[in-house]
């Protein structure tokens, strides 16, 4: 969150509210995305300082009477959750206590099953590979609205998984979203997106396959990646 916005708001849209100007101002549509953490992890401090800073600001703006929109962006697509979805028959516990443990439990289980996963991605080549052709399959089964393999269950399933846990913490903190917004859903668009950039010549392909777009004047980036190069998207491009 940027400090200096919160500034701002502290000095307009609060003294507006305090000292009873706020019917006088002009009002603003806004839409605020907060929270907005990934699935098949706890949510931590750092999803918490996201949710109270943006519920604040919610606060602040409807008060004086602006017309806002929240909105919680799930992250539920990536190559983490394919590292977790390759990995997990390797660590899946038996159906009988799978079956017996709360939604806290599951989700440190998946939690744990990222970390394992992600460690041997680094020195096994083999797997980083089977994790890409997870990934690549999983994207074709969103393109093409195919959801009945092992894998897309197993994906759905960890999403409404992560949606009860979550809301457990919501209820708790009084909190509500007027949309859930999923990145799985932006998969599909991701890809036209990126492909009438390349069409219209604002994206290119380097020599090792990956679509990018320049970054004139970035000291930093050379440039963007768009697409990798088995076509499959990344967050920037969702």
Known sequence: MNTSYLRRLRSSGLKALLTDRASSRQCKKLVIDYSSPNIAKQFHI???????????????HRAVGDDVTTVNYLGDWGTQFAMIATHWP?????????NSCGDVDKIRALTDCYVVANKKGKVDDG??????????????????????????????D??????????HFYSM????????EYESSQVSAARRLVSDMVKDKIARPTANGLWVVDLPGDELEEYAILRKSDSTTIYLSR
Request: zero cysteines.
């Open 90 to 98: 390797q660590m899946r516990p038996s159906d009988s206590y799978w």
């Open 158 to 167: 960890i999403r409404e998984l992560s949606e009860r846990h979550l809301n």
């Open 46 to 60: 750092g999803n918490l300082r996201s949710t109270l800073i943006g519920r604040y600001v919610d606060k602040v």
């Open 173 to 180: 903190l009084n909190i509500g979203f007027d949309r859930w």
């Open 127 to 156: 797997f980083r590979e089977k994790v890409r052709e997870t990934y690549a399959q999983m994207e074709n089964s969103i393109v093409n609205e195919d959801f009945n393999s092992p894998t897309m269950q197993l994906w759905q």
